[in-house]
């Protein structure tokens, strides 16, 4: 069951390192894994939810979601929409939905037909497939962004305003368009490869102070040996399941 915003929990978590702007009565999906400090802002969400630290979204529908560190992502994104099966005889959930597709009255021709009948399936078939979405750590989705099912989004990368996703986008690639492709890369080869082994996300940004975050080029010796010999944050995990 999922758990319901409340302003005793939407204070218990802010406290606790989680900004909560979630209307009262929403619901989090039980599954749902926080690393603070980072923002629920207007999100929908359901089946599960994992947020790293230093992450938000503002808004739109979020479908087990796998969240990691410095994430940033703009209003009415589409995470994880669930797919309906395609070779099957109709694409409708009315064929596999229980126990009843529309919550309605009876005052409609076929009303007692209608809530009396509960979908059969083959036994073993299975009429929709949860793959969740992966977005890694530093990523940045622009407005109106839709990220298919089971799409693993790189380190690094940026999503443009309104693209859609549907493959595996390379960490620091830049993709927009429908459907997305690369346009180009953040930074040159050598550079992506290093930073992606140095792992920066790893610390927290007071960690990072003395850094030029302005010009990774001529900072990313600092960014290694950081790396290399400090410890990363440890910002343990909430579960907002547990603090009822």
């Not at 180009?184 to 080869?189: D, G, H, K, N």
């Not at 992606?196 to 102070?209: E, K, N, T, V």
């Not at 990774?216 to 603090?243: C, D, F, N, V, W």
């Amino acid at each position: 069951m999922d758990v319901q915003i409340t302003p005793a929990l939407a204070e218990a978590l802010r406290r606790r390192g989680v900004e909560c702007f979630l209307p009262v009565n929403a619901r989090l999906p039980r599954d749902t894994v926080l690393e603070p400090p980072c923002s629920l802002k207007w999100m929908a969400l359901h089946h599960s939810l994992y947020l790293g630290a230093f992450s938000y979204a503002v808004s739109g529908y979020f479908f087990g979601a796998r969240l990691g560190r410095y994430v940033s992502i703009g209003e009415a994104v589409q995470v994880g929409r669930g797919a309906h099966r395609t070779a099957w005889l109709s694409t409708s959930p009315a064929f596999y939905h229980v126990p009843e597709l529309f919550a309605v009255g009876d005052e409609f021709p076929g009303a007692e037909a209608y809530h009396a009948f509960r979908p059969r399936l083959p036994q073993g078939a299975r009429p929709t497939m949860f793959k969740p979405v992966t977005i890694g750590n530093d990523v940045w989705v622009g407005h109106g962004a839709f990220i298919r099912p089971g799409v693993t989004v790189g380190d690094g990368a940026i999503i443009g305003a309104h693209a859609v996703v549907t493959h595996d986008v390379p960490p620091y690639a830049v993709v927009t368009g429908n459907p997305a492709v690369v346009r180009r890369y953040r930074f040159a080869p050598e550079l992506v490869a290093r930073l992606l082994a140095a792992q920066w996300w790893r610390f927290a940004p007071w960690q990072l102070a003395g850094i030029d975050v302005t010009d990774p080029a001529a900072s990313i010796e600092a960014i290694e040996r950081l790396g290399r010999e400090g410890e990363g944050y440890l910002p343990g995990k909430l579960l907002p399941a547990t603090m009822l």
